[in-house]
């Protein structure tokens, strides 16, 4: 499927590195919680809490 994605909008996805370094910058300090895909949602310079449930994600990406 597509999705749409507001210009003002800004999405960064990255796989965890070979170490446990930051893969980049912006995700230092936000490490993945119990060995599982973690999202963090960051909005106007704010990070929400880090979610690991797809559906929660799916809430959190979905609010304006």
Do not use: H, M, W
Not at 21 to 28: D, F, G, I, M, Y
Not at 35 to 49: D, I, K, L, Q, S
């Amino acid at each position: 499927g597509s999705s749409e994605v507001c210009s003002s909008d800004v999405q960064v996805v990255a796989a965890k590195g070979k170490s446990d370094e930051a893969v980049l910058p912006l995700l230092e300090n936000r490490p993945q919680i119990d060995g599982t895909g973690t999202a963090y949602v960051c909005r106007r310079f704010v990070c929400e809490a880090p979610v690991t449930d797809p559906a929660e994600l799916a809430a959190k990406l979905n609010q304006r």
